[in-house]
């Protein structure tokens, strides 16, 4: 089956610590997303790709870093200069990048501070 | 940024009955899609509907879109207990590269 996995679903930080969210898309779409959701609110954009060894800074994109290297990964680190981290991550793909095209979400990894 | 901003906020209904959801918008769009999100669970996508559009369908769900009052419904008809889950409207503020999502309502369906 196609679709998005991200891994881990739950990951603790420690103080001055970088963790990386993995995300894996199997779908050969060309953009890629990653979002933040705090509690009762809706999603807020850090970084997306749209094709590549290409990305863009979202709303939300300091202390946050990604990588394309590959179109099926498009892997976010959560820098110790992200000094509120505790959040529900999401990672999206659609075919290409453009508004007009549906986003295939994965479910998410839960990022709390230890 | 811009955002669609959803209305209510929380609705509760029984199952049978339609839900009613409301989007509004500050700039104008080409594009505005609908999601879904159950609990702890990534968004699916439910529904787009260009600017030059004024209604969808999907099974149950119809999404119309006013662009004079910049705004967006979306009604579930016969509503079911597996209906239960947060709804969110995504706008692009009249560029492609992206979209906004609003803060959703969320719909409770009682059994």
């Known amino acids: 089956d196609g679709g998005i996995t991200q891994s881990p679903k739950y990951l603790f930080r420690k103080e001055g610590q970088n963790v990386t969210l993995s995300c894996e898309q199997n779908?050969?779409?060309?953009?890629m997303y990653w979002y933040r959701q705090d509690p009762g609110q809706g999603l807020r954009l850090i970084y997306y790709?749209?094709?590549?060894?290409?990305?863009q800074k979202g709303d939300i994109a300091e202390g946050y870093s990604v990588s394309r290297e590959k179109k099926e990964s498009f892997p976010l680190t959560v820098t110790s200069a992200q000094k509120n981290p505790t959040a529900f991550y999401l990672c999206?793909?659609?075919?290409?990048?453009?508004?007009?095209?549906?986003?295939?979400f994965g479910d998410g990894t839960r990022l709390s501070i230890l | 940024s811009q955002q669609g901003e959803e209305d209510p906020q929380a609705l509760s209904i029984q199952e049978g009955e339609n839900a009613t959801m409301n989007c509004s918008y500050k700039?104008?769009?080409?594009?505005l899609q609908w999601y879904r999100q159950n609990s702890g669970r990534g968004l699916v996508h439910l529904i787009l509907?260009?600017?030059?559009?004024r209604e969808k369908h999907s099974g149950r769900l119809r999404v119309t879109l006013d662009t004079s009052k910049k705004s967006s419904s979306l009604l579930i008809t016969a509503s079911r207990a597996a209906d239960t889950a947060s709804y969110f409207c995504?706008?692009?503020?009249?560029?492609?590269?992206?979209?906004?999502f609003g803060t959703g309502t969320k719909l409770q369906v009682i059994p």
């Open positions: 790709s749209q094709i590549v060894n290409d990305f």
């Open positions: 995504a706008t692009d503020g009249g560029g492609y590269q992206k979209v906004t």
């Open positions: 509907i260009r600017s030059n559009e």
């Open positions: 779908l050969n779409h060309d953009a």
């Open positions: 700039t104008s769009i080409n594009n």
């Open positions: 999206a793909s659609s075919i290409w990048g453009g508004s007009n095209q549906p986003q295939h």
